[in-house]
């Protein structure tokens, strides 16, 4: 009887991480996400990190941070796969992406430095989209802790400092 239960809760926790991504019903456009193939003048500045429950602070080190313009397609997948958050745990990820090709040629993407900074410079005016991974523990673990965090900004091309935008997933 115990092993059935140990066989049953290892079969729960490996389903759980099996999330199925809501197909879209927008398709990509091209011409409304070519704003961020513009050269622009502003600046996007940032901190991407977790706290931990017990307060300890873990950067996105190293982690992909990108860039990726505001459209209806890029709204509906934000709204899909973060619901009315902005963190979604990493045993939530969904398994399958299946996004149009096109969606990742029109994102920029750069790297967090250790201390979970980033910047993003000749930004077009536009409202746009910043996502990265926060994740700790062993790689090679069953599960990992942390998970995926965004928010959203709007460059008018006006500004004349850099916009600072914080991706902790409060």
């Known amino acids: ?18 999330v199925e991504r809501k197909p879209a019903t927008v398709a990509f456009s091209t011409e409304e996400a070519a704003f961020i193939r513009k050269a622009g003048t502003g600046v996007i500045t940032g901190h991407a990190f977790r706290t931990k429950p017990s307060g300890v602070v873990v950067n996105a080190a190293g982690q992909v941070v990108r860039l990726i ?3 209806a397609f890029a709204r509906e997948r934000f709204a899909n796969f973060y619901g009315k958050a902005k963190y979604v745990p990493h045993s939530a990820y969904p398994r399958d992406d ?38 700790w523990g062993e790689e ?3 599960t ?3 998970g995926s965090v965004y928010d959203s900004v709007t460059l008018t091309g006006k500004e004349t400092e850099p916009v600072q935008v914080i991706l902790s997933g409060n």
């Open 140 to 142: 090679t673990a069953f």
């Open 69 to 71: 313009p505001a459209t």
């Open 1 to 18: 009887m115990r092993i059935g239960i140990t066989a049953a809760l290892l079969l729960s926790a490996i389903t759980a991480g099996c």
């Open 98 to 135: 299946g996004a149009d090709p096109a969606y990742s040629e029109y994102t920029r993407t750069t790297k967090a430095e250790a201390n979970g900074r980033f910047a993003f410079d000749k930004v077009a005016p536009g409202t746009y989209f910043l996502t990265t991974q926060v994740i």
């Open 144 to 146: 990992r802790e942390g």
